[in-house]
């Protein structure tokens, strides 16, 4: 049996989107003082007073048509007012009644449908008294509200509460919440009408034609499905407009809110590029809300497909992202409708996938084969010996490891764990989750059954809370959440494909391995190594020298360097005062280079003043006329000459002797 309908109607830009907030008590619909934000016909269950119906948002009135999706809005207001038991009129208390509402106000009276005339924007005292003019439209009396302070609303829901007719509550077994998202114009309203085999939503060429989360409800097979309808959604720089800011964060609540989610992309394109930086990015946001995934490769009908053609690009999209393997793979086609009820049944069994119990003894022979085959291999840190391994968690699937040591697991084996598990209990599209211990308590699988039924009491081991106590507590808590983490922790912006910065070179591999490998990881970084170093080997070979006492030598090297050309202005004036005094003293065809000649005391006769240092000494002490006397030993560095006597006189003599 349907609910029954409440449809709130009116001309654009009155407040509609705002009252149907209002009314839900959160933030469902998009709302904007521009005009035209709502198009499309926007579902929400609500109850009030013990009756169960539909509030349905709807786009404003305009009485001419411009467009063709102009034309699809008004096609859909009348679908809404067809199916409507109660329709709320809204006006604009501040504008009062125009030629526009009074069009708007004969084409519902014509459908004899139950009115009530609602005058918005009614907060003050005299708004609501100038709302008397409202009579003119033919709907009975007034009733004054504001959807910003919520003035009036509980009345107004009291009063169209009694005119619905009863209905039982909405069975709430089997249901399945199923999502479409994707990039802008990937053909998710077009998939969504082929469903349900109608124009539910407005379609368009145009990409940004969706802004809500439309929600729609249909059977299938004795399933209650519910479909939701997104936005496109776009890279956050590019994005700038407001309304489209706003689309985008009801398309990631939209992610919330499901079961299991399918991510469209477009068949086009050069092959192993179907999946682009923006898809993989969504593909990261459902796997870390721990929701079902399955991949559309839509428009199959604009290829020239063989019987190869969809095994060679999955392959290939594999290969660059080989984080999504266990992802199911459709080729569809939304708008001739090949294989899109099959999309359905994959998603009925991706959510079955997510909440089922694997079996103490499966699991326990999947632990076996696994380990058996290929044991952890030995690390520069030590063994890490995986003991035991159980299923700790449902909603999605969860598998615990006892390990001697975590912190030393490497991701290349959790890939290795996570890619048999999904072959071994053929979890398709589920984001399994791996975890490693060094001791846990395990869980039985009547323990995990009651969780499924909700008795969730005695089972806080591996809540938030308890994790993070856990991660403040034990230094030994390795955890590998979901297979594209360790991209998004260094993703802050949103733009897949940026790279880390780097840390120590030494580190450089290790590191390297940890960002490409794709798992979630919080493995702990590899210690230096410590010891002795490495003793020369037997065949006289020098002993192999690590990167960090390599780039130790190199730092310290460079600060000498830095170091020796740190001098002051002062201190480089001297030095090249004295290299300019050396290379005029030096003999002829001699570098000015070369170190300076010892000091004369040895060779001097002994004998107090006989020395050239003592003559040195004496000088600098003071002698009459303030010259220093030449020295016998030429070449002396230490000597400042600052007469042009003293230089002539250290002169060589030449030719004959004059005195």
Same mark, same amino acid.
Request: aromatic share 6%; net charge positive; proline share 5%.
């Given at each position: 049996?349907?609910?029954?309908?409440?449809?709130?109607?009116?001309?654009?830009? =009155?407040?509609?989107?705002?009252?149907?907030?209002?009314?839900?008590?959160?933030?469902?619909?998009?709302?904007?003082?521009?005009?035209?934000?709502?198009?499309?016909?926007? %579902? &929400?269950?609500?109850?009030?007073?013990?009756?169960?119906?539909?509030?349905?948002?709807?786009?404003?009135?305009?009485?001419?048509?411009?467009?063709?999706?102009?034309?699809?809005?008004?096609?859909?207001?009348?679908?809404?007012?067809?199916?409507?038991?109660?329709? +709320?009129?809204?006006?604009?208390?501040?504008?009062?009644?125009?030629?526009?509402? &009074?069009?708007?106000?004969?084409?519902? +009276?014509?459908?004899?449908?139950?009115?009530?005339? =609602?005058?918005?924007?009614?907060?003050?005292?005299?708004?609501?008294?100038?709302?008397?003019?409202?009579?003119?439209?033919?709907?009975?009396?007034?009733?004054?509200?504001?959807?910003?302070?919520?003035?009036?609303?509980?009345?107004?829901?009291?009063?169209?509460?009694?005119? +619905?007719?009863?209905?039982?509550?909405?069975?709430?077994?089997?249901?399945?919440?199923?999502?479409?998202?994707?990039?802008?114009?990937?053909?998710?309203?077009?998939?969504?009408?082929?469903?349900?085999?109608?124009?539910?939503?407005?379609?368009?060429?145009?990409?940004?034609?969706?802004?809500?989360?439309?929600?729609?409800?249909?059977?299938?097979?004795? $399933?209650?499905?519910?479909?939701?309808?997104?936005?496109?959604?776009?890279?956050?720089?590019?994005?700038?407009?407001?309304?489209?800011?706003?689309?985008?964060?009801?398309?990631?609540?939209?992610?919330?809110?499901?079961?299991?989610? +399918?991510?469209?992309?477009?068949?086009?394109?050069?092959?192993?590029?179907?999946?682009?930086?923006?898809?993989?990015?969504?593909?990261?946001?459902?796997?870390?809300?721990?929701?079902?995934?399955?991949?559309?490769?839509?428009?199959?009908?604009?290829?020239?497909?063989?019987?190869?053609?969809?095994?060679?690009?999955?392959?290939?999209?594999?290969?660059?992202?080989?984080?999504?393997?266990?992802?199911?793979?459709?080729?569809?086609?939304?708008?001739?409708?090949?294989?899109?009820?099959?999309?359905?049944?994959?998603?009925?069994?991706?959510?079955?996938?997510?909440?089922?119990?694997?079996?103490?003894?499966?699991?326990?022979?999947?632990?076996? &084969?696994?380990?058996?085959?290929?044991?952890?291999?030995?690390?520069?840190?030590?063994?890490?010996?995986?003991?035991? $391994? $159980?299923?700790?968690?449902?909603?999605?699937?969860?598998?615990?490891?006892?390990?001697?040591?975590?912190?030393?697991?490497?991701?290349?084996?959790?890939?290795?764990?996570?890619?048999?598990?999904?072959?071994?209990?053929?979890?398709?599209?589920?984001?399994?989750?791996?975890?490693?211990?060094?001791?846990?308590?395990?869980?039985?699988?009547?323990?995990?059954?009651?969780? =499924?039924?909700?008795?969730?009491?005695?089972f806080s081991e591996w809540d938030e809370a308890d994790e993070a106590d856990l991660a403040l507590t034990a230094p030994d808590? %390795?955890?590998?959440?979901?297979?594209?983490?360790?991209?998004?922790?260094?993703?802050?912006?949103?733009?897949?494909?940026?790279?880390?910065?780097?840390?120590?070179?030494?580190?450089?591999?290790?590191?390297?391995?940890?960002?490409?490998?794709?798992?979630?990881?919080?493995?702990?970084?590899?210690?230096?190594?410590?010891?002795?170093?490495?003793?020369?080997?037997?065949?006289?070979?020098?002993?192999?020298?690590?990167?960090?006492?390599?780039?130790?030598?190199?730092?310290?090297?460079?600060?000498?360097?830095?170091?020796?050309?740190?001098?002051?202005?002062?201190?480089?004036?001297?030095?090249?005062?004295?290299?300019?005094?050396?290379?005029?003293?030096?003999?002829?065809?001699?570098?000015?280079?070369?170190?300076?000649?010892?000091?004369?005391?040895?060779?001097?006769?002994?004998?107090?003043?006989?020395?050239?240092?003592?003559?040195?000494?004496?000088?600098?002490?003071?002698?009459?006329?303030?010259?220093?006397?030449?020295?016998?030993?030429?070449?002396?560095?230490? =000597?400042?000459?600052?007469?042009?006597?003293?230089?002539?006189?250290?002169?060589?003599?030449?030719?004959?002797?004059?005195?």
């Amino acid at each position: 049996m349907s609910l029954p309908c409440v449809v709130i109607a009116g001309r654009p830009n =009155v407040g509609k989107s705002s009252l149907f907030n209002r009314m839900l008590g959160r933030m469902a619909a998009v709302v904007s003082d521009r005009e035209g934000v709502t198009r499309d016909r926007h %579902y &929400q269950e609500r109850e009030h007073d013990g009756k169960r119906f539909n509030l349905v948002d709807t786009g404003g009135f305009m009485p001419r048509v411009e467009g063709v999706i102009d034309e699809q809005v008004r096609n859909q207001i009348g679908a809404a007012l067809d199916e409507a038991d109660v329709v +709320l009129f809204v006006i604009d208390g501040r504008a009062g009644v125009t030629a526009q509402d &009074q069009e708007f106000a004969r084409m519902v +009276l014509r459908r004899k449908r139950p009115v009530i005339l =609602v005058v918005n924007k009614a907060e003050k005292p005299e708004t609501a008294r100038e709302a008397v003019e409202a009579w003119s439209l033919g709907m009975g009396e007034p009733f004054p509200v504001s959807a910003i302070s919520g003035f009036g609303i509980r009345d107004l829901m009291d009063r169209f509460a009694a005119m +619905l007719p009863s209905s039982a509550p909405a069975p709430r077994e089997n249901v399945l919440r199923l999502a479409v998202l994707g990039r802008p114009n990937a053909g998710k309203s077009t998939l969504v009408n082929a469903l349900l085999g109608e124009n539910r939503v407005i379609t368009s060429e145009k990409a940004g034609t969706t802004r809500d989360a439309i929600d729609t409800e249909f059977n299938y097979n004795g $399933c209650r499905v519910v479909l939701t309808d997104t936005a496109g959604l776009r890279k956050k720089a590019r994005v700038s407009d407001e309304v489209e800011k706003f689309s985008n964060l009801r398309a990631l609540e939209a992610i919330r809110r499901s079961d299991v989610c +399918l991510l469209l992309i477009e068949a086009t394109g050069e092959m192993g590029e179907q999946l682009g930086e923006q898809d993989y990015r969504i593909c990261q946001k459902i796997q870390e809300a721990g929701k079902g995934l399955i991949i559309g490769v839509n428009k199959w009908d604009l290829i020239d497909a063989t019987d190869k053609t969809y095994d060679h690009m999955v392959k290939e999209i594999l290969r660059v992202n080989n984080e999504l393997e266990g992802v199911p793979f459709l080729a569809i086609s939304a708008l001739t409708g090949k294989r899109v009820n099959r999309m359905v049944d994959m998603a009925l069994e991706v959510r079955d996938n997510l909440s089922r119990i694997l079996g103490r003894d499966n699991v326990i022979r999947y632990f076996e &084969q696994t380990v058996e085959n290929y044991p952890h291999p030995m690390t520069s840190q030590g063994p890490a010996r995986l003991m035991r $391994c $159980c299923q700790v968690m449902v909603d999605p699937v969860a598998l615990a490891f006892e390990v001697s040591h975590p912190e030393r697991v490497m991701p290349s084996y959790v890939r290795y764990l996570r890619r048999k598990a999904y072959e071994f209990f053929d979890l398709k599209g589920v984001p399994l989750r791996i975890w490693f211990r060094s001791r846990f308590q395990l869980r039985t699988d009547e323990e995990l059954a009651g969780y =499924v039924s909700g008795v969730r009491a005695d089972f806080s081991e591996w809540d938030e809370a308890d994790e993070a106590d856990l991660a403040l507590t034990a230094p030994d808590v %390795y955890e590998a959440e979901s297979p594209v983490n360790a991209q998004a922790a260094f993703d802050d912006e949103g733009e897949v494909g940026d790279e880390p910065e780097s840390g120590e070179e030494g580190d450089e591999d290790f590191a390297e391995d940890v960002l490409t490998a794709g798992e979630g990881t919080t493995h702990a970084p590899r210690p230096p190594r410590k010891g002795p170093a490495k003793a020369r080997a037997s065949d006289g070979r020098k002993p192999a020298v690590s990167k960090k006492s390599l780039i130790a030598k190199k730092a310290a090297s460079a600060a000498k360097k830095a170091q020796a050309l740190k001098k002051s202005p002062v201190e480089k004036r001297t030095a090249a005062a004295r290299q300019k005094a050396a290379a005029k003293k030096a003999p002829f065809g001699k570098s000015a280079a070369k170190p300076a000649a010892k000091p004369a005391a040895k060779s001097a006769p002994k004998g107090p003043g006989k020395s050239a240092g003592a003559a040195a000494g004496r000088n600098a002490a003071g002698t009459p006329g303030g010259k220093k006397p030449a020295s016998k030993k030429s070449g002396t560095l230490g =000597v400042t000459r600052t007469s042009t006597q003293t230089r002539s006189a250290k002169r060589p003599k030449m030719g004959f002797d004059r005195s």
